[in-house]
């Protein structure tokens, strides 16, 4: 009968009996235990460290020696003498069992990692990306071998990796002859989905590279990653160049809609300035333009539209037709992108609808509310605010014209976020008295060594003040003022960098009203056809939505209510969705069948909308805060018309 | 019981009951009779059209009259106003059945045409296009529809042509929404290979185009077709550009090899080429470069690499490896090809050997000679002769160094095929008078009316030269003339612009004697191989094959002995090749499993080609014609060390 011993395998838990002299990496393989490898197996790349437990093991029935390990022999040596060899770390190729074992594989020699998107939500990624590299050797070219290159690479592919079907693309196929020559026959390839080869670079070689892209319609974010370890190297934000055919969407629509060639024109600004947004991953992380092999695009959908060259025109207007809302596998090259390899692939996340891109699909591969247990809002608030509800396995989407308010746009003194942007305020209800903070400052505006002057009110400042103000009973349940005047102030003219007060004025009671109207109207059509009454959990998702107070939020009714702690800024959801998009294929490759299973409410149809929104313009939390008063028919007409005349600007 | 008729189709002869009131065109593909339709049977394309065959039938039992098809409705009317009618032709799509009909569907309204190529040899081509257009007729986008207009496309391809798993470039989808609102939801689609839409067009549209480029290392010639009918536009011809960088393909290699951006350079030359030549192509058809949406590219394997783009290096020497042999399927935009349009697909045939490459790949697709019945041998004689070898459904290839004696070089007075060079010979075996012919000239030199002087000899002329001086007895067996001298005079000086008699010379005897071993030891050792000891069937293809007299090529011993009237020159049999895989991509598929079917004998390797190409050196057919007197050992030994001399040029 064959020796065996036991081989337990941490932290899997998986064991089992090997046979004498099997290599660690073969029995590890026998037990369903993957270890990583890029050489196959040739002590070469290291990348299959394990170290060995020792102790008894008395659930395995066993003792653990480092003995029971076959000794380093002179090719691990070989490789130990050239790395740094952390504790007593050994290659599972290499060594081989001859007694029982505990063999512990850190994370980094699992095939199956996982990495963790820090930001304002912690999320774990899993590592499976579309393009790996493999170490081959091939056979040499013999005179009565009429084959290719190719097609023995194609065939030790098969042999020592188990890919088969493969194509390889122009400029690997321009790399492969040389290749092998200086490679000794032995060459690294890089290959997509396992089914294109992208690159081979002679004998052994590492570096697969990939970015995210978040392509906003003012910023572009990038997010470089190492595709083997997941790991971030390096980030990256630049300004859209699009944004000098006009600030917002609307008017970018317009440009491509009136000039001839408005629509090539947006594409070669927004591709000049991935370009310029990949160089400065790559600086940064000191990758070469050759070792960037993967994109992951997403933006709304008309800068999907854009980066594909396609006009946006029709996304202007009912009934928001998308030319193509499908993910798309394209080539940097078709793109027009040269900051990265020319054989790098490029990955367009697919579109929701007309009015809901790929960057809100970022946002639900980040957040997936829809599996939390819950009934669970993620809310993307911009200029339009993106709405996800997940319940029960289904997701239900919406996007609300909130218009730019939020962003401090339409305000009198509003302003993006910024320091010296006032972003807290706080009223006494009794005297009245304001102290606010702005961004960039730790202390509050009454507390000593505040010497920021304020320059304006950021979006999570003008709605603190306006819950405040309505707390302390400045403004009436309405929105009006209880006495008129030229707005309330909030910074004296000696506190600001502008020479003057900062204040809160009627219209910019309005113009909030009517935001945080059309997010919470668009929110409760979304409950409403989920038949959810109240959410178990509220994710903000975006800047925005990272520095308003839930608490002032819930408090003028512009988010429903909620447990406060339940309220949750989620930072970059759609920048960390682009970066699960990128390291992970598989749920890349779901993202489709999940923009198909979202159950789309498109606003502008929905009957009740009109309603919802006329009863979300109200601002409760007054100073007698409690339960708002069941409204009456007749003043419910009332709103409306009121509304009417919030809608057309106009105030009496 | 429902009403039922009798319709029979001719040519097909099928027939069958099908219901009183259907259409012609339901009829048909109800009896498995396909009838063409881009319409998809809405009487706008007219590509259905069929004739009603009256009178009796008596095999099918029936009197096919007229009035049995329904009358024409004013819709089938208004296509007829706007087009020409051609005897009593129907539309298939609106003619219903109300009586017993025996229907004709010309030629021109099969699904599976047929169409001739006409040349040195007639092949019939099969007409199935990788690249078909198909009109469909699409949802128009609703609000509440948040599909695009892509998936909109791809439900409707699905369900009006049966077409799935559809994928769309980039131009393409840039089309798409203008054409859908340009047709009013109505687009014509050209669809590669069954799986992507390259090009969207509004409304009804016709017009898609390929060429089939045949990349010579000194001549790129071209062939558009019409993918839809198969027919030949227009040809065009050009020098391959590389020709600057070296005038034979090893000096090519060698520039490759030297010179740092070698590659590029002949690869950037004969794109250039290429463009150049596609641009004459469509300016005689009058296409326009969006209308070419397909290529298909033949050359050696060295033209292969460089139209690639990979570095030819190594096939210029033993191993002779090539980098890739598979076919592929490529953008134009990739290669560099602007002159298509930018959706265009490029499909290079596959190399059978680093020595026999993609274009003897076509002369296979144009001949297959394992498919004739006999034993069959395919030349293509050029600086190397390839040379395939058929029998019982099995394929041998060889390519012979020829060297380029045949071509007129390394001959004193030897120059191309053009007007003025010498191409026929007489000498009479009493007088040893001469008489000849020049190209361009119809009459011989000794009959009235021979005006245009003599300007040089080329291959063919070389041949017949010194078959009619062995057959005078002028040379003998060996080679060597029987008395020695400058050479013997073919044309006085008086007859020739050069000022000087054309003579040919020990030298240009040797030359010829060389190649033709060559060639003839390769086919030797391919006969061997095969175990064929009599060819049935030679057929020569190229320009040079289809000058040489199969007499006289026999007569030297430059071929093996065949019925005289079984050796046919077959004219351009890799262009036409490159054509059959352009119009027909079933036969285009099955070239890579043919590639690999053949039974490569590498000759450079095969120890017998030496003693068969000493044996070959021999020139039979002397005054004493006859059976070859059976060669002694000693006789062979003597003509071996005269093979020595001859390949190092000497002589004595």
């Not at 092999?293 to 928001?320: C, Q, T, Y």
């Not at 891109?357 to 608030?381: C, F, Q, S, T, W």
């Not at 320091?419 to 009794?430: F, M, Q, S, T």
Request: proline content about 4%.
């Amino acid at each position: 009968m064959p020796v065996t011993h036991r081989v337990a395998f941490s932290p899997s838990g998986r064991q089992g009996s090997v046979p004498d002299g099997a290599r660690l990496l073969d029995a590890a393989s026998s037990l369903g235990v993957e270890i990583e490898s890029i050489c196959g197996g040739r002590q070469m790349c290291g990348k299959c460290q394990v170290s060995v437990e020792t102790g008894e093991f008395a659930k395995h029935g066993m003792v653990s020696r480092a003995s029971n390990l076959s000794p380093v022999s002179a090719r691990e040596q070989a490789y130990w003498d050239h790395h740094v060899r952390t504790e007593d770390r050994r290659l599972a190729c290499a060594a081989t069992v001859c007694g029982d074992l505990s063999i512990f594989i850190p994370p980094e020699s699992a095939v199956h990692k996982q990495v963790v998107a820090k930001g304002a939500a912690e999320r774990v990624i899993e590592v499976r990306p579309a393009v790996r590299q493999y170490y081959v050797e091939c056979e040499a070219a013999q005179l009565d071998d009429r084959r290719g290159d190719w097609e023995r690479l194609q065939k030790a592919l098969h042999e020592q990796w188990g890919l088969h079907g493969l194509s390889i693309g122009l400029f690997a196929l321009r790399q492969l002859q040389s290749a092998l020559r200086d490679g000794g026959h032995a060459v690294s390839v890089a290959v997509w989905q396992g089914s294109e080869v992208l690159r081979v670079q002679p004998g052994y070689a590492e570096g697969v590279y990939g970015i995210a892209i978040d392509v906003g319609s003012t910023t572009l974010a990038g997010y470089l990653s190492d595709l083997r370890t997941g790991q971030l190297l390096s980030t990256a934000g630049t300004v859209n160049p699009q944004i000098r055919f006009g600030e917002d969407l609307m008017s970018r629509v317009s440009y491509a809609m009136t000039q001839s060639d408005g629509t090539a024109r947006l594409h070669e600004a927004v591709v000049a300035g991935l370009n310029e947004l990949i160089g400065e991953c790559i600086r940064d992380a000191g990758v070469s333009p050759e070792q960037v092999l993967d994109l992951v695009l997403v933006g709304n959908s008309v800068m999907h539209h854009l980066m594909l060259g396609i006009d946006p025109s029709e996304l202007g207007g009912a009934p928001f037709a998308l030319s193509a809302s499908g993910a798309f596998d394209l080539t940097v090259r078709d793109l027009g992108i040269t900051a990265a390899s020319p054989a790098a692939r490029a990955h367009l996340l697919p579109c929701i609808a007309g009015q809901n891109g790929a960057d809100n699909m970022a946002v639900l591969l980040a957040e997936m509310p829809h599996r939390k247990g819950g009934a669970v809002l993620v809310a993307d608030i911009g200029t339009n605010a993106e709405i996800l509800l997940g319940s029960r396995d289904r997701i239900w989407a919406a996007s609300s014209p909130t218009g730019p308010a939020f962003e401090g746009a339409q305000i009198q003194h509003g302003q993006r976020a910024a320091p010296g942007a006032i972003e807290r305020v706080r009223i006494d209800p009794g005297t009245r008295a304001v102290t606010f903070k702005v961004i960039g400052s730790d202390v509050w505006s009454h507390e000593p060594g505040a010497v920021l002057p304020a320059t304006g009110i950021c979006g999570s400042g003008i709605i603190e003040a306006i819950a405040e103000m309505r707390r302390a009973g400045i403004i009436r349940a309405d929105g009006r003022f209880e006495e008129r005047g030229a707005g309330f102030v909030i910074a004296a003219a000696h506190q600001t960098s502008i020479g003057a007060p900062i204040v809160v004025t009627q219209n910019d009671v309005r113009a909030i009203q009517l935001a945080k109207a059309a997010l919470c109207a668009g929110i409760k059509l979304l409950m409403n056809r989920a038949g959810v009454t109240r959410l178990d959990e509220i994710r903000l998702a975006g800047a925005f939505g990272s520095f308003i107070s839930p608490r002032h939020a819930m408090a003028i009714g512009m988010i429903p209510e909620c447990e406060v702690t339940n309220v949750i800024a989620v930072g970059n959801a759609a920048g960390d969705g682009a970066r699960i998009a990128l390291l992970d294929r598989e749920t890349r490759a779901q993202a489709p069948g999940l923009a198909r299973m979202v159950e789309y409410v498109s606003i502008a149809v929905e009957p009740s909308f009109q309603d919802e929104f006329v009863a979300a313009m109200a601002l409760p939390g007054g100073p007698a805060a409690g339960s708002a008063p069941e409204r009456s028919r007749r003043e419910r007409r009332r709103q409306l018309a009121l509304a009417g005349a919030a809608a057309r600007d106009g105030e009496s």
